[in-house]
Each structure stands twice: as C-alpha cells, then as structure tokens.
C-alpha cells in the first residue's frame, strides 16, 4: 500500500512530461498507434454494439428548451428569408433545441482532457494554468487536442465478477492484484494503447436504485497508477467518477485524477454505464472490444459529453 509520499512522488516517477515532446498535448493517447487502431478493428468478431454511456436526463442533467413550427412558412418572418421555397413550401416544419449542460460531475458520462485538473497551478506538461481563460477556456490540452476521435481496443476488467459481488460498496479501492485477478477470469491482458474500463457494478446500483448521493464511492485506488503506467494504458474509464472516495490520503483527494491528467496525460471517462458491455462480454466470452470515443469539438474545454461504443 502506497503512502502518501509514496502517491505525492508519483508526480515525477510516473510522468510523462517531455515523452512526447515539449509541445505535446495528447499525453497517453499517443499510444494508440496504427498498428494499435488494427488490432482494435480484430477484436470485432461478432459485430455487436453497446453505448456505454447514460442517457442524458431532462432536466435533472440538462436545461433545455424546445421550439417546435408544425408548418415553418407561418413562423415570425419567414416571409423575409432569402429563399422563397422557405415560405411558400407550406408542408414542412420543424423541431429544435437549445441545450444547457454541466457535464463535469458524478452523473454524465463524459472525457476529461489533460486540462481539466491543475497540480500546483500547473497542468500536463508543465503549462501553468493562466492558459486557462474565463472567457475563451483552455489553450492548452483542451479536448480539442482529441479531434480525430480516440479508436483503440477497449478491455473491460468486472472487478464486482470477480469478488463474487453484485457491487463493490462505496469506499471500497480496486487495486492491482484485482486487475491482474480479472484479466486471469476473463482470459485478457491489457496491452500498450488499451482503454481499461473498470465495472465496480455501480450501474447496477443506479439502474435499480437510482443514483447515490455524496460523495463516497467505490473506484480506483492511487496503488493502479504505477501499473497503468507500466502498461502503458491510453484511456482509463469507470462506472464511477474514477478515484475511490474516501481517497485514504488526507491530503491528496482525488490522487488518480491528478496524477493521471497532470502528471501522466491519461485521459478519463468518467461515470460510465457498463452493464450492457459486461453482460455482453459475459454473454460473448469475450472481454476485449473495438472502442470509439469521439469528444465533441467544443473549443477549450476540459472535456466533452460523450457516448463510448464498445463493439464485440
């Protein structure tokens, strides 16, 4: 077990800054190579589809406000726009939204991007956080850096499967020997340039109990960083906010997500729904998948909602 100045010294020993270049903005998603995006179109072998991501609730997770014109050529001035087809055509209509979203937090599912976190006022690869603007957001590590979407193989390790439980209970950390122990079960390794998705099964809780409230729950434990390092992981993702909560370090709180995005440059999906990918997994026997991430492109953000899909 990790002490706390064993966890503080991961900022070093663990980092990535300089890896890839002074100028570097990806931090692991440099992993996912070619040769990494092949081999993640040969774990499709039987072309099934799962989201894993939670549908977007209104309005507990979204402000949203709809205009709805049965027939477009009677809305206010349409008989100025420039088309005349626009307001003689008298059969059409339309619907659209206008959409308000926090998407950070412990309900969306979404991708942090290596700016989202500072350490000492400092960011993935040493950029202070002054890059970060309250008008024009982030010039450095934004999601932006992930336009062409992340493509990789994803592996999912059921951590609740193998402790023979429905769900692992808040407060309770997912260490290595358990990685190591689900990829034994399931048949699996995790390999350079990999997405490791972590079941805890708290989609199970949410699913039959609704979501829980505060701030305790179960998820990786700071111990996992020097194996996803070693590994060489390119994404990590959880049915959780990622980090254990209580962390068991009094003065770091969230150590996997600072050392992960600050130090490392690993990218995070946070509370993801995995329950339809482990039942197919289960189902297929098969624990490794095609996985495609694709961020939307809003302009300096520390990330993006989004809809993982893992494909068998």
């Known amino acids: 077990m990790p002490t706390q100045d064993d966890v503080l010294g991961y900022f070093n020993t663990l980092s990535n800054w300089g890896r890839w270049g002074d100028d570097d903005e990806l931090g692991t998603l440099n992993h996912i190579t070619d040769d990494v995006r092949l081999a993640a179109a040969r774990a499709v072998r039987h072309g099934r589809s799962v989201s894993c991501a939670w549908e977007v609730a209104v309005p507990e997770d979204m402000e949203r406000s709809t205009t709805t014109c049965p027939c477009a050529a009677d809305m ?8 005349p087809g626009f307001h003689a055509d008298r059969r059409w209509g339309f619907s659209s939204e206008r959409l308000g979203i926090t998407f950070h937090g412990n309900t969306l599912t979404h991708i942090d991007s290596p700016c989202h976190i500072f350490w000492d006022g400092t960011m993935y690869n040493g950029r202070p956080h002054s890059l970060v603007d309250a008008a024009t957001g982030s010039a450095w590590a934004a999601v932006t850096a992930a336009a062409n979407g992340i493509v990789t193989r994803g592996v999912l ?13 808040p ?10 122990e689900a990829e034994r079960r399931q048949g699996v390794r995790v390999r350079p340039g990999d997405a490791v998705l972590l ?6 809780v949410r699913h039959e109990a609704g979501e829980a409230s505060g ?6 434990h700071a111990s996992c960083l020097p194996w996803l390092h070693e590994r060489e992981v390119a994404l990590i993702g959880a049915d959780t906010p990622q980090d254990v909560q209580p962390s068991g370090y009094e003065d770091v709180l969230m150590p996997v997500h600072a050392v992960s995005l600050v130090a490392m440059g690993l990218w995070m999906l946070d509370n993801c729904d995995l329950e339809a ?17 694709a961020p939307v492109r809003f302009a300096g953000t520390s990330g993006s909602p989004v809809n993982p899909i893992a494909t068998f």
């Open 277 to 293: 990918c482990a039942t197919t997994a289960a189902e297929l026997g098969q624990w490794d998948f095609h996985l495609a991430v």
């Open 199 to 204: 079941r805890t099964g708290y989609g199970r």
């Open 76 to 83: 206010p001035g349409a008989e100025n726009m420039p088309v």
């Open 215 to 220: 701030f305790t729950q179960a998820g990786w």
């Open 171 to 180: 407060g309770q950390g997912v260490f290595p020997d358990d990685l190591e």
């Open 157 to 169: 390790l059921d951590i609740a499967k193998v402790r023979d439980v429905p769900w692992l209970e």
